[in-house]
């Protein structure tokens, strides 16, 4: 499954800059090689870093990395309930409520990257046992319609957006 095969009626045009922004890609050679593109980058930078924010009322280094952890999780529990074919219109989430409750100031670069590792090898275990028929499959998210496979694609796209911001604003 290429990201050239995923048409824009399958997402919210709001995704669209994190589909385009991987390229011509394979969703599961993405996913694999977003999360050793995470555990590079956790190399690149002192613990000290992490409550680190570039500016007044923005999130932490490590606020920043929670949100990708979160936001994964709950695309992937979207991913789930579209591939099991459950109709039901999901809501969407707040980020900005997420942020402060997941407590990213008390926990540790290791345990961030550990954390990480146990969601996105569960992300990549769930699209691997998706067939082609789960993966096309339309379910409604935040009032749009958005297939299995395109929340793969945003997964792994919004991921890269933050490590840029992160690159270019934190590190």
Known sequence: MLSSDLPVSEYNPYYHTYIKALGDVHLLDSLEEG???FS????EFPEEKLNYS???E???LAEV????IDAERV???RALRFARNDNTPLAGFDQDVYVPESNASRKTKKGIQDEYQA???ATISLFKSFDDSALKRIGFA???PMSTRAIGFIICGHQAHHLKIIRERYI
């Open 58 to 60: 923005k999130w932490t």
């Open 65 to 68: 990395l929670m949100h990708i």
């Open 119 to 121: 969601v996105r090898n």
């Open 142 to 144: 935040s009032d749009s």
């Open 54 to 56: 570039y500016a007044e």
């Open 35 to 37: 999360k050793n593109d």
């Open 40 to 43: 590079s980058f956790m190399e």
């Open 75 to 77: 695309f992937q529990y």
